[in-house]
């Protein structure tokens, strides 16, 4: 699904540039879930950013389904972000004012084409279902606590039936227990040929998924099963 | 177009949400613009309300703009051209004006040559064989009025204001005792002073004995009395009834495609008369003194407005800063750079037209409690409606406003880079 050959990042700050990301190689089919570990500040956001195509690499080739998109403009890397990718941050940043089902509808009124009402409203229900808090569709997020809030986050990421899903620490506001549930609602989107990769710091959270690749100063290396 | 339309309803469903759930930092927004666009709502109103006080009054005296009028010098043979050309038309109307003296016989009125009340012009008494004499005999209880013989309702013309009483009516048949209508200035003579019901007309084969029946505002200074042209006609005759001797005023009022003025010119040319025609303009003739009070009028408003203009920017910065995270967040999930600033737009833009809809109930509620309260001892105020201009205005200050207003916040939700929300 996802395929990054030789991606390097470097970041062009007051001083002397740094390079975050060092000739990285990443290949994530359908229906595989990636852990990505490392430090604080090894570049594992940094990573997840050039793969959300929040950010473009410096060098280097990122494949999407065959197709290179290494350099696309705005405006289309908009498009795609709606079409192919989910996100699940540490923070939930759901908007307290909007109720569970509003939050998640936000990623269908985006722009990028229209449903209606009823459509919306389905498809909504649908990604709750999926992670197991239809019921509290009309509760705000004040009313939820941090694991419901981040499973709702998660149903945002899921509503518009993403072909990746990249989570960035999504467990790392929540106990065991609630991350745990999380982490479960995030592998099963994986069971749906959904593409998971999953940035954290936890050890037992990152040996569920299928791979386990160490980023160490901007270098990304995969680690051998025991 | 339908990527358009679904951007469009994107954010004005968002920019709703985002109105509902900040309707405190919205509600200061409207307070500064509600001044702005309420400054420009009220100068819209007055300046229409001024402009239409400035008119009527001039509509008053000259007549209904497009009133085409024929004024020609008062001879016999065109006062016979005119009353023929005119008789049976509802499109035009004769008027010819002729001093008159109501009360007491043999005395000097108390405002000799038909001058405001308390003033005197002086005055002879001419005759149809052109002698004239100097008054003699005591000041008494007399008025001089100018007398205006009309030939058909000339209030489709010149929109005279009811005071009392009631008009002339022309479908009854001529009564003996000419009905006439003063204007205001004649009746406070007639209030001032206790004068008989006898008139003495220039040329009349005897004394009439005249009844009131009302008075109107016509707009004009000196005393007036106005009289069907027939009923004077009984004891004046038309021989009589103008000559250049005695002063007088022969005019047609027409309505503007009324078929008889071109007839009627070429008729009063052939016999030897030189009408003047003109057409009544008077917004035209007020143009300058119109243009220099909107000028002023909107000066002002625009500077109110500038300062509601300036609080919705504020309130709009401070809003787009405290959402940051939620822009990153949007732009993560797919929302281009332009519908985020569609977003604010709209927010800021539905705002300014929540605020100009309360600015424009304001006013017009405010002005009905004016008219209320204030409107009978204001003639200005009486009947005043609010102007459709002034709610045109206001919606056009609301949505100026609202788009000036989020214009930079709009330019800066656009460039919130979407690693925001990776950072946090």
């Known amino acids: ?226 | 177009m339908k990527r358009f339309s679904g951007r469009f309803r994107s954010s004005l469903i968002i920019g709703l949400q985002g109105i509902r759930a900040r309707k405190l930092r919205t509600l200061l927004s409207m307070v500064s613009l509600f001044l702005g666009v309420l400054a420009v709502v009220v100068v819209q109103a007055g300046a229409s309300i001024a402009e239409r006080a400035l008119l009527a009054d001039n509509e008053l005296t000259w007549g209904y703009d497009g009133t085409r009028v024929i004024d020609m010098p008062p001879e016999q043979k065109a006062v016979d051209a005119v009353l023929a050309a005119v008789k049976g038309r509802s499109d035009a109307v004769a008027s010819i004006g002729v001093q008159g003296i109501i009360g007491e016989p043999g005395v000097r009125p108390v405002n000799e040559g038909g001058a405001p009340i308390g003033q005197s012009w002086g005055g002879a008494v001419c005759y149809p064989d052109g002698r004239c004499e100097e008054p003699t005999g005591p000041q008494g209880a007399a008025i001089e009025v100018r007398l205006t013989a009309l030939t058909g309702d000339i209030r489709q013309f010149r929109p005279f204001r009811p005071v009392s009483g009631s008009w002339l009516d022309f479908s009854t048949v001529p009564s003996m005792a000419p009905r006439l209508v003063l204007n205001k200035e004649a009746a406070k003579g007639f209030d001032q002073y206790d004068v008989p019901a006898e008139m003495r007309v220039n040329g009349a084969v005897a004394n009439l004995t005249p009844r009131f029946v009302g008075v109107v505002d016509d707009g004009t200074g000196e005393p007036r009395a106005y009289v069907r042209a027939d009923e004077l006609a009984t004891w004046l005759p038309n021989a009589n009834l103008v000559n250049p001797n005695m002063g007088g005023e022969l005019r047609v009022s027409l309505a503007p495609s009324s078929p008889i003025e071109q007839v009627l010119v070429a008729k009063l040319k052939g016999m030897g008369v030189e009408p003047y025609v003109d057409t009544i303009n008077n917004r035209e003739e007020q143009e300058d003194q119109l243009r220099l009070m909107r000028l002023i009028f909107f000066s002002m408003a625009g500077l109110v407005l500038l300062i509601g203009v300036a609080g919705i920017l504020n309130v709009g910065l401070a809003t787009v800063g405290e959402r940051v995270e939620e822009f990153a967040l949007r732009r993560a999930v797919g929302t281009p750079r332009s519908l985020l600033a569609g977003i604010v737009l709209a927010e800021t833009l539905l705002t300014g037209l929540f605020t100009a809809a309360a600015a424009i109930g304001a006013s017009a509620l405010a002005l009905k409690a004016v008219v209320l309260l204030a409107g009978g001892s204001h003639p200005i105020l009486d009947n005043v409606q609010f102007p459709w201009e002034a709610g045109v205005a206001g919606i056009i200050a609301g949505i100026v406003a609202g788009v000036l207003g989020g214009f930079v916040p709009a330019l800066r939700a656009a460039g919130i880079p979407i690693a925001t929300v990776m950072r946090a």
């Open chain 1, 1 to 226: 699904m996802i395929e990054l050959t030789g991606v390097t990042k470097v970041l062009k700050g007051q001083s002397e540039p740094r390079t975050i990301l060092d000739g990285v190689d990443l290949s994530v089919a359908a229906g595989q879930s990636v852990a990505i570990v490392g430090r604080s500040g090894s570049g594992k956001s940094t990573l997840l950013s050039v793969v959300g195509l929040f950010d473009r690499p410096d060098q280097g080739r990122y494949l999407l389904a065959g197709q290179d998109i290494s350099r696309l403009p705005e405006r289309r890397a908009a498009k795609l972000r709606s079409s192919h990718f989910g996100f699940v941050f540490q923070r939930f940043f759901l908007l307290k004012h909007l109720t569970a089902a509003q939050n998640v509808a936000m990623a269908l009124v985006n722009g990028q084409g229209w449903l209606p009402r009823r459509e919306r409203r389905a498809r909504v229900m649908q990604a709750l279902d999926q992670v197991g808090i239809a019921h509290l569709a009309k509760n705000r997020p004040a009313k939820m606590s941090g694991g419901e809030q981040q499973r709702v986050a998660i149903a945002r990421a899921l509503v518009r039936d993403p072909k990746v899903l990249l989570a960035d620490e999504p467990t790392g506001a929540l106990d065991t227990e609630t991350g745990t549930l999380v982490i479960d609602a995030l592998l099963a989107a994986t069971s749906r040929g959904c593409a998971l990769v999953l940035v954290t710091h936890d050890r037992d959270h990152a040996a569920r998924m299928g791979r386990i690749h160490d980023l160490v100063n901007g270098v990304l290396t995969e680690r051998v099963p025991a």
